[in-house]
């Protein structure tokens, strides 16, 4: 089955930094990959993503403070957050859009969740 395998995530302090890093295994034909984030009591938002084109997005809140990088070779997505402030808090998660290699349509899967905590 196709997993994503999220980490990097930690308690750091307001304007300090984190990597977070992604595996995935058993899919391949990956489109985009692409970390989101939920906050508590908050809906899951996009934070950034990035296609196998190279092409990358960012939300607005992130946007000059976070960059994301892909090793497409390796089925890997990296999220290096630099300046996070406290409102960064969240559980962050991978996602990439492929096809498993078991079969079936390409569709979205996401990973666990690591937990990214920043105190003021």
């Known amino acids: 089955q196709v997993q994503l395998v999220e980490s990097g995530g930690g308690l750091v302090q307001a304007g300090g930094s984190l990597r977070l890093s992604c595996a995935a295994s058993?899919?391949?034909?990956?489109?985009?990959m692409g970390w989101y984030r939920q906050a508590p009591g908050k809906q899951r938002e996009l934070v950034a993503t990035?296609?196998?084109?190279?092409?990358?997005g960012y939300a607005d809140s992130v946007k000059g403070r976070f960059t994301i990088t892909r090793d497409n070779a390796k089925n890997m997505v990296f999220l290096k957050m630099n300046s996070l402030k406290p409102e960064d808090t969240a559980v962050y998660y991978c996602?990439?859009?492929?096809?498993?290699?078991?079969?079936?349509?390409?569709?979205?899967?996401w990973g666990q969740g690591t937990q990214v905590t920043v105190s003021s």
């Open positions: 990035h296609t196998s084109g190279g092409s990358t």
């Open positions: 058993n899919i391949f034909n990956i489109n985009v």
């Open positions: 996602n990439a859009y492929g096809s498993a290699t078991t079969g079936g349509a390409r569709r979205g899967y």
